[in-house]
């Protein structure tokens, strides 16, 4: 694999830590700055939306522009909100600072699947993905659980700190790894990305991404919460239970971009249909600490196996004007981590439990299976129709 690859997996590490390790350090912001449980959730569905607006209006504005030089400025932006994060006198600043981090999320990784796609052959694409996506599994497997240790022992600003840096290395290994795209096929105009979503296909591919993610990220947002209050693990276990959890996301990963691949549609089907067992027996079996370590494990393998699928599945539909198509998925993702935080969230709030955000998180996937099986259905009945009838011998 091409060496700007692992340029994109460290920018993507960077912004994986980010996005999760305020998960593990959840209690610490709260207590700190004096705000409830679901209000504290807010750092995370309010990243979250955040990248759902900036996959789109910014990928929408710097389609035409040279893709390395709009990685380094995506980078540059992420760098400034982690910064502002880290010296946040109060929640208010926090959460501007995490907003502002999260504009270039979306843009970035929809940019990005682009790059990486583009610089092996067709099939290798969906490994390509997986291999720039590696950056978010390696944040869960080292960067969280460190992160949130770190936070725990020298207050959750040392970890914003330390991002801070990572953004800052990120940044240099796009500069000198990325090739710039300037000598290449020209970007199509913003006209022309737009015409990918005259595609249904396009569509059911965004719902099926928020749904279908939604309910592992909904599930996941209170899970050092689950691992303390459900099932009795203590406050300090959770950073190294974190480190299983990536371990299944890395494996999940690299297992989910090899398999789409070579089959696409029935490797998310089959991944689907088990995200939504894997989640509803958790729920089920959460009180029981061992039973829990296997539940969180297979959550992360069968949860991120879906995402080099997913993304392949949208740009197999945008072949010539992928840009933005690609940017809207990756706003489905974070749409879906808003919304299954959200619901996860409400279920805490009717006091349902700390094991309710598995629950939930097993019917949402389990509707972003339905989803995709009605959509599998028509892609392969349209693909029926427009092929070409064959013509029978009338030779005797």
């Known amino acids: 694999m091409p060496l700007a690859l692992l340029a994109l997996a460290v920018g993507g590490f960077g912004i994986g830590l980010t996005e999760f390790v305020i998960m593990g350090l959840l209690p610490e912001v709260a207590s700190d700055l004096d705000v409830t449980e679901p209000i504290a959730g807010y750092l995370i569905s309010g990243y979250a939306l955040a990248v759902a607006v900036g996959a789109v209006a910014l990928t929408a504005a710097v389609t035409r522009f040279d893709r390395k030089t709009v990685l380094v400025g995506l980078m540059g932006l992420f760098v400034a909100?982690?910064?502002?994060?880290?010296?946040?006198?109060?929640?208010?600043?926090?959460?501007?600072?995490?907003?502002?981090a999260a504009l270039c999320h979306g843009a970035f990784f929809g940019i990005g699947s682009v790059v990486a796609a583009g610089l092996v052959g067709p099939e290798r694409r969906a490994s390509a993905i997986a291999l720039m996506f590696s950056g978010l599994t390696a944040a869960n497997v080292l960067g969280v659980p460190f992160g949130t240790f770190l936070g725990q022992q020298h207050g959750w600003r040392a970890t914003f700190w330390a991002i801070t840096a990572i953004g800052v290395v990120a940044l240099v290994g796009i500069v000198v790894l990325v090739p710039s795209t300037r000598d290449a096929a020209r970007p199509a105009a913003l006209r022309t990305e737009l015409t990918a979503f005259r595609s249904p296909q396009v569509w059911w591919s965004v719902v099926v991404t928020i749904l279908g993610y939604g309910g592992m990220f909904g599930a996941f947002t209170y899970i050092a919460y689950t691992l303390t209050e459900v099932s009795g693990f203590a406050p300090a276990t959770v950073p190294w239970l974190l480190v299983?959890?990536?371990?299944?996301?890395?494996?999940?990963?690299?297992?989910g971009g090899r398999l789409a691949d070579r089959a696409l549609a029935p490797t998310l089907l089959g991944l689907f249909a088990a995200l939504t067992v894997v989640l509803a027996v958790f729920a089920a079996t959460a009180s029981n600490p061992v039973a829990a370590i296997v539940g969180l494990?297979?959550?992360?393998?069968?949860?991120?196996?879906?995402?080099?699928?997913?993304?392949?599945?949208?740009?197999?539909?945008?072949?010539?004007?992928?840009?933005?198509?690609?940017?809207?998925?990756?706003?489905?993702f974070?749409?879906?981590?808003?919304?299954?935080?959200?619901?996860?969230?409400l279920t805490i709030t009717l006091?349902?439990?700390?094991?309710?955000?598995?629950?939930?998180?097993?019917?949402?996937?389990?509707?972003?299976?339905?989803?995709?099986a009605v959509a599998t259905l028509l892609e392969r009945r349209a693909t029926h129709h427009d092929a070409p009838t064959p013509v029978l011998s009338t030779a005797s």
Do not use: C, D, K
């Open 81 to 100: 909100g982690n910064l502002l994060s880290a010296i946040a006198p109060g929640y208010e600043t926090l959460l501007a600072g995490r907003v502002l």
């Open 244 to 255: 299983l959890f990536g371990a299944g996301l890395f494996v999940g990963n690299y297992a």
């Open 297 to 332: 494990v297979l959550m992360g393998v069968f949860g991120f196996a879906t995402v080099p699928g997913l993304q392949m599945r949208i740009m197999r539909h945008v072949v010539r004007a992928p840009t933005l198509a690609s940017g809207a998925n990756i706003a489905a």
């Open 334 to 345: 974070n749409i879906g981590n808003a919304v299954g935080a959200w619901a996860g969230g």
């Open 351 to 372: 006091g349902l439990g700390y094991a309710a955000p598995l629950g939930a998180g097993a019917l949402v996937t389990l509707a972003g299976l339905a989803a995709l």
